[in-house]
């Protein structure tokens, strides 16, 4: 059937795949603080090690009811739904910025609860649909 | 018997057959385009920005599609050394580069009116470059490389290496928190997108993919008569 030369081809590959796979696994998980992109509020309340000075993202839901604005500066509150933190920022929000949706604030802690962003960008979820249908769905619930 | 059969039958592929699908392309992708920028609905968040997700999408299917193709046929070409199967990846290869490059500039210009940047370098858009960077090599190594055993194994090489970037790129949005949405559409569970949306990113995808389809006939067509013409050279 399958001659020795393919056989051991196929234990070299095996044996190759298994260990990239193992090597690739681990450089992800140690670099995990750089692949995400941002941290929850969640994360940066359990976080022992938070640095003041650089530049870090915060995201999760604006949460309902809490943006307020005084000249240019915006302030609203980002919530996981278990923690959440104050974020002031001054300057143009992106179109998609809203109450109750996603959003991802850059920019300095000044401490665990509150955060000082120069940039912020709106991340929007996976559904889409006509707003008619998102109307009659609001209705419903 | 594979070995000699799937190239010959190539050689007889006449330009009926090509002709003929070029028109069901133009046909499908006519009607895509006029369902997804006219009939279909705007977005209830993003408005018409929306309309981006039907050549973005496909486009990132396919180039991740087209990757896929190639690593496991770069796997079977290790193991079996089949030459046809390499022609195969050879041909396709640009098809997935161009496709990877669309989805990227889409995906940008899709970026700025929702997210409020041309560019972020999250999980899923970085693992998207990398992929244009494993192709990029792929190409470059079959261009530059003259001699087709070792431009063969390097590109296998390649190939079997960026395969494990393809499920980097797909679970990227899971694993980690990124600014790019996960997934709309997924295997597990029904899609999150209006039907009256899905249906044109549907007709878009296949009008796409037969186009991938016409560009792969008509390269692997070329690429096995070059290779007969160089393996007549390099035998007298």
């Known amino acids: 059937m399958l001659s020795k030369k393919v056989k051991s081809r196929i234990f070299i590959l095996i044996l190759s795949f298994v260990s990239l796979a193992i090597i690739i696994f681990f450089v992800l998980r140690s670099l995990e603080e750089n692949v995400i992109y941002f941290f929850s509020p969640t994360e940066i309340y359990n976080k022992s090690d938070i640095s003041f000075n650089k530049k870090i993202r915060v995201g999760g839901l604006v949460k309902e009811g809490s943006t307020s604005k005084s000249g240019t500066i915006i302030n609203f509150i980002i919530t996981d739904l278990k923690n959440e933190i104050i974020v002031s920022y001054s300057g143009p929000v992106p179109n998609l910025f809203s109450e109750g949706k996603g959003v991802v604030a850059e920019g300095k802690l000044k401490d665990k609860k509150y955060f000082v962003a120069d940039k912020i960008l709106a991340k929007h979820d996976e559904n889409y649909m006509p707003s008619e249908v998102s109307k009659s769905l609001e209705k419903s619930n | 018997m594979l070995k000699s059969f799937f190239p010959n039958r190539i050689l007889s592929l006449n330009n009926k057959l090509i002709t003929g699908l070029v028109i069901v392309m133009i046909f499908t992708v006519f009607i895509g385009i006029i369902y997804a920028l006219v009939i279909s609905p705007p977005d209830y968040v993003q408005g018409d920005s929306v309309r981006i997700m039907y050549v973005h999408v496909p486009s990132s299917f396919i180039a991740v599609g087209c990757f896929g193709f190639i690593g ?165």
């Open chain 2, 72 to 236: 496991i046929a770069s796997i079977f070409n290790f193991i079996f050394k089949v030459k046809f199967v390499s022609l195969m990846s050879k041909s396709i290869a640009p098809i997935g580069c161009i496709f990877t490059l669309v989805s990227i500039v889409t995906g940008s210009l899709w970026g700025k009116p929702t997210w409020g940047v041309w560019w972020a370098w999250d999980a899923r858009l970085t693992s998207m470059v990398i992929l244009s960077c494993f192709y990029a090599a792929y190409i470059l190594t079959w261009k530059f490389i003259d001699r087709f055993e070792k431009a063969n194994k390097i590109t296998s090489i390649i190939a079997i290496l960026g395969l494990f970037n393809l499920p980097v790129i797909k679970y990227s949005v899971d694993w980690w928190s990124t600014l790019h949405q996960p997934s709309s559409i997924t295997l597990t569970s029904s899609p999150t997108i209006h039907y009256t949306m899905l249906v044109p990113l549907i007709i878009m995808f296949f009008g796409m993919i037969i186009y991938s389809l016409i560009i792969f006939l008509m390269r692997y067509k070329t690429e096995v008569i070059k290779f007969k013409l160089d393996k007549k050279k390099y035998n007298k």
